[in-house]
Nanobody
Framework: QVHLLEAGGGSVQAGGSVRLSCAAS????????MGWFRQVPGKEREGVAAVSGGGSDTYYADFVKGRFTISRDNAKNTVYLQMNSLKPEDTAMYFC??????????????????WGQGTQVTVSS
């Protein structure tokens, strides 16, 4: 199993930056791609970004391209989401999740079987 612990959420004004972190543990961590998702009450959980097991391949949703950067430091067993130029519509609960393969194969929440507790990011105008 993979256990995930998120940190870094909070309140920020539009245009500001926040860096989320996700500390992972488990003997399968280095073989799993990792993703960040976000969810607003009343809406379906949506994929934000993902990074392959080795960190060389990434995926970004169109609504965050050019603003967010996902990375991982496997020596620290940690995945990061650097969020710049934040907008009020970025306000959501952000979740870290572990995929089931080394390569990025899916951004459906159903294909991620390990999840962090979620951290709230609130962006004010």
């Amino acid at each position: 199993q993979v256990h995930l612990l998120e940190a870094g959420g909070g309140s920020v004004q539009a245009g500001g930056s926040v860096r989320l972190s996700c500390a992972a543990s488990g003997d399968t961590y280095s073989r799993n791609y990792m993703g960040w998702f976000r969810q607003v009450p009343g809406k379906e959980r949506e994929g934000v970004a993902a990074v392959s097991g080795g960190g060389s391949d990434t995926y970004y949703a169109d609504f965050v391209k050019g603003r967010f950067t996902i990375s991982r430091d496997n020596a620290k067993n940690t995945v990061y989401l650097q969020m710049n130029s934040l907008k009020p519509e970025d306000t959501a609960m952000y979740f870290c999740a572990a995929g089931r393969t080394y390569a990025i194969t899916s951004m459906s929440p159903l294909d991620f079987n390990y999840w962090g507790q979620g951290t709230q990011v609130t962006v004010s105008s």
